[in-house]
């Protein structure tokens, strides 16, 4: 089981952007200023520039440098926010979780976690466990739920009570209001944390089976 080490990264690359940014600001300054000296050198002694052109052109610098100092700000602050979700999310290696998705596993007896994301104040909330060929082997009946994850209490067996064979299954949910009108709601899928790993699209997680998830991906950790 392996981490990769994200902040030493992290921190290095906001260092080199951040001087590659404060650079870029000395050099548009010193080029402003170039150009200020030339053109009051080379100004029309009977039509020099007006004071409130001067403070115009200062106010303009002045504004390049302000926007500067936020972009620097912004990035200090997008860096450490980085930071702090990689080591956030290293604490989660070894730990069970739900995610999106409606993979379950059935081997010796035993059934992964699954579990349903309701969306809104749902009056029934129901989930078929169906097999590899889509047929229904389970059907439950969750009642009325609240806003939030509520796991799926599935025995491993049939509608008949008979124990179902090892294999792949999958949630399908169906959730209703007061008035029999569908409602959003999600299956969700166990995983475990193998690995984190920060890349161009941001900090994943490599849940095995169940695939790469993102870190707002988490329902439920178990």
Same mark, same amino acid.
């Given at each position: 089981?392996?981490?990769?080490?994200?902040?030493?990264?992290?921190?290095?690359?906001?260092?080199?952007?951040?001087?590659?940014?404060?650079?870029?600001?000395?050099?548009?300054?010193?080029?402003?200023?170039?150009?200020?000296?030339?053109?009051?050198?080379?100004?029309?002694?009977?039509?020099?520039?007006?004071?409130?052109?001067?403070?115009?052109?200062?106010?303009?610098?002045?504004?390049?440098?302000?926007?500067?100092?936020?972009?620097?700000?912004?990035?200090?602050?997008?860096?450490?926010?980085?930071? !702090?979700?990689?080591?956030?999310? &290293?604490?989660? $290696?070894?730990?069970?979780?739900? #995610? +999106?998705?409606? @993979? %379950?596993?059935? /081997?010796?007896?035993?059934?992964?976690?699954?579990?349903?994301?309701?969306? !809104?104040?749902?009056?029934?909330? &129901?989930?078929? $466990?169906?097999?590899?060929?889509? #047929? +229904?082997?389970? @059907? %439950?009946?969750? /009642?009325?739920?609240?806003?939030?994850?509520?796991?799926?209490?599935?025995?491993?067996?049939?509608?008949?009570?008979?124990?179902?064979?090892?294999?792949?299954?999958?949630?399908?949910?169906?959730?209703?209001?007061?008035?029999?009108?569908?409602?959003?709601?999600?299956?969700?899928?166990?995983?475990?944390?193998?690995?984190?790993?920060?890349?161009?699209?941001?900090?994943?997680?490599?849940?095995?089976?169940?695939?790469?998830?993102?870190?707002?991906?988490?329902?439920?950790?178990?």
């Amino acid at each position: 089981m392996t981490t990769v080490n994200t902040s030493n990264s992290l921190t290095g690359a906001l260092g080199a952007a951040a001087g590659s940014s404060n650079s870029f600001a000395a050099e548009t300054e010193d080029r402003f200023l170039t150009l200020l000296v030339t053109q009051l050198k080379n100004q029309d002694p009977l039509n020099p520039m007006e004071n409130a052109e001067l403070t115009s052109q200062l106010a303009q610098l002045s504004t390049v440098n302000g926007i500067t100092q936020l972009n620097n700000t912004l990035l200090a602050l997008s860096g450490q926010m980085d930071i !702090s979700q990689s080591l956030q999310a &290293t604490s989660l $290696i070894g730990k069970e979780v739900l #995610v +999106p998705g409606d @993979k %379950i596993a059935v /081997g010796n007896g035993v059934v992964t976690p699954l579990g349903v994301d309701v969306v !809104s104040p749902a009056a029934n909330v &129901t989930v078929s $466990i169906v097999d590899g060929a889509g #047929v +229904p082997v389970r @059907k %439950i009946d969750l /009642g009325a739920q609240p806003v939030g994850v509520t796991s799926v209490p599935w025995d491993g067996k049939n509608d008949l009570g008979e124990v179902v064979p090892d294999g792949a299954y999958r949630l399908v949910v169906a959730a209703k209001d007061a008035e029999g009108a569908s409602l959003t709601a999600g299956a969700l899928t166990w995983g475990k944390v193998n690995s984190v790993a920060y890349g161009a699209d941001g900090m994943k997680m490599d849940l095995g089976l169940a695939g790469s998830f993102g870190l707002f991906d988490i329902r439920k950790v178990l």
